[in-house]
């Protein structure tokens, strides 16, 4: 058995410890939102926290994984709140949608690491996250604005 604390909640799984944790994640734990894209972390559709720090759930395997704290895109907030999701949807980012919960994940990690990003620093911090629909404009316009709405709640 493996000890996995995905968003705050303990499982214990039993499978192979060599499984990727995004198929333990979505076909184990039924936590869809975290996305197979390519298999190989080359294009963030999967990403997931692992104690603060967005990893590749699609090649991190469960034995590292276990015992960590895990968070995906359904732990990200508990209402959908989440600077981030506001300023997704009042700037109706997606467009496909596919790989927006992983452009979400690293955005957070980028938005507690740098309250304040440029373009460069967010062209650099989601460089590893790929969109094929094109929607980069719209993802950087959104970090920007989850950026000023942070900094507003934290004037309050």
């Known amino acids: 058995m493996i000890s996995l ?4 909640k303990q499982h214990q799984i039993d499978a192979d410890p060599n499984m990727p944790l995004l ?6 734990l039924g936590l869809t939102g975290t996305k197979y894209g390519c298999g190989a972390a080359q294009c963030g559709a999967c990403t ?3 104690n603060g720090e967005a990893v590749r759930s699609c090649v991190t395997k469960l034995n590292r ?10 732990g990200l907030s508990a209402n959908n709140n989440h600077p981030l999701q506001l300023a ?21 990690v980028l938005l507690r690491e740098n309250l304040n990003p440029t373009d460069q620093d967010i062209d650099d911090a989601m460089s590893g996250n790929i969109c094929r629909c094109g929607t980069y404009q719209r993802i950087r316009a959104a970090i920007h604005k989850a950026a000023h709405i942070q900094q507003e709640a934290a004037k309050i």
Do not use: F, K
């Open 65 to 74: 994984a276990a015992g960590q704290q895990i968070v995906t895109i359904e």
């Open 23 to 28: 198929w333990a994640i979505r076909d184990i």
């Open 48 to 50: 997931v926290h692992m």
């Open 88 to 108: 997704w949807n009042e700037l109706n980012v997606p467009q496909c949608g596919y790989c927006q919960s992983g452009q979400l994940m690293s955005a957070a």
């Open 5 to 8: 604390n995905v968003n705050g």
